[in-house]
């Protein structure tokens, strides 16, 4: 009894110790920000919402192209040829600016569009966005993060909106039970849902990559956290998905870090392929209830080599391009010698994964 007794009180004391030391760096982070003479991020996050409440109407203007910046989404409209801009960050060698205006490109027009509404989500960047054609249009956004003007706070979202693109109007979607706060995930729309895989979290004093499956239902509205068997990719941001034929996912590439001791990470760009689809075998049609599956796809051919941050278009019979992306060249643990881009261009032909 003894023994145990002690057992519960080193467990107090570990816990009391981790309290004091976290109470401790957050006293020390509160007078540094003091000291740079910035706000709370949930302060500054808090005045931008308040900002866009205070406008009374929607308005549409004709104007120039967005300022510079990266992190955005680019998305094509459903049915018609316009692209919608939304988001992104840009740091100008001294302070960050990360933005929520919607730019519409009208591409045979060749002209821009900015759209202001009362409502909208807060600034970010390294968020996803899908479009569907149900509903008149609908423009999907989930996640992404917003970083101070010094870049010394990081928020992560969690937050789901839909900006209905015939109404000109967002809304904010209060769906429990979906993805974890995060950036740098990926999300794409197939069968009637959106699937949202990997990304991670970082408030500078830990991170945290993920490798989880969420499914929203865009029927229902409901978020389901799936379990897929098979052997699964691990956990990563920074990579592509595209939708294929039968409502199946391809997963290929990506970026993640783990630590190796104290202060020093180690990073991997990954060059894996998974397709991830329903399980037929183990899936009940009766009671509409899918079973997931993970399958580890069989390269061949030409390979493009290791990179995360490209871009990625899934094609008719289960083909996609992939463009460009980037690989940083560690010279040891502590230290980054140099970072890749690239501009070269790859077909997948044909995906063989059953």
């Known amino acids: 009894m003894g023994k145990k007794k002690d057992k519960g009180k080193k467990g107090k004391g570990i816990e009391k110790t981790t309290i004091k030391t976290e109470k401790k760096a957050n006293k020390k982070f509160k007078k540094e920000l003091v000291e740079k003479g910035e706000e ?108 101070s003007p010094t870049q010394s706070q990081f928020h992560h979202y969690k937050d789901l909106w839909v900006y209905h693109i015939a109404k000109k109007q967002w809304e904010k979607i209060n769906a429990h039970g979906g993805p974890s706060s995060r950036s740098g995930h990926r999300m794409v729309a197939t069968a009637k849902q959106l699937i949202v895989f990997g990304g991670f979290h970082d408030n500078i004093r830990n991170y945290k990559y993920f490798n989880d499956v969420y499914v929203f239902n865009l029927d229902t509205y409901v978020w389901t956290r799936v379990e897929p068997s098979g052997p699964h990719p691990s956990p990563r941001s920074g990579h592509q998905m595209a939708p294929l034929m039968g409502g199946s996912v391809l997963v290929y590439g990506g970026y993640s870090k783990e630590p190796v001791k104290r202060d020093v990470d180690k990073g991997t760009t990954h060059s894996d392929m998974f397709v991830l689809g329903i399980d037929q075998k183990k899936s ?10 993970w399958t580890l796809v069989k390269q061949s051919g030409v390979k493009p080599s290791p990179r995360c941050g490209f871009s990625f278009a899934a094609l008719p019979n289960n083909r996609a391009f992939l463009f460009g992306g980037v690989f940083d060249t560690a010279e040891s643990e502590e230290e980054l010698q140099g970072t890749t881009l690239f501009l070269s261009f790859f077909v997948i032909v044909q995906l063989f994964y059953f």
């Open 284 to 293: 009940d049609a009766t009671k509409h209830t899918d079973r997931w599956k």
């Open 40 to 147: 709370d991020i949930e302060q500054l996050i808090a005045e931008y919402i308040e900002q866009d409440k205070n406008r009374l109407q929607t308005t549409e203007e004709i104007t120039q192209p967005p300022t510079p910046r990266f992190n955005l989404s680019i998305t094509p409209h459903p049915d018609a040829d316009e692209l919608f801009f939304f988001g992104g960050e840009y740091f100008n060698g001294n302070k960050t600016f990360v933005y929520n205006d919607l730019y519409v490109y009208k591409i045979k027009k060749d002209e821009w569009r900015l759209v202001k509404t009362p409502v909208t989500p807060p600034p970010r960047c390294s968020h996803q966005a899908v479009a569907l054609s149900q509903g008149g249009g609908q423009l999907w956004v989930f996640g992404g993060e917003f970083a």
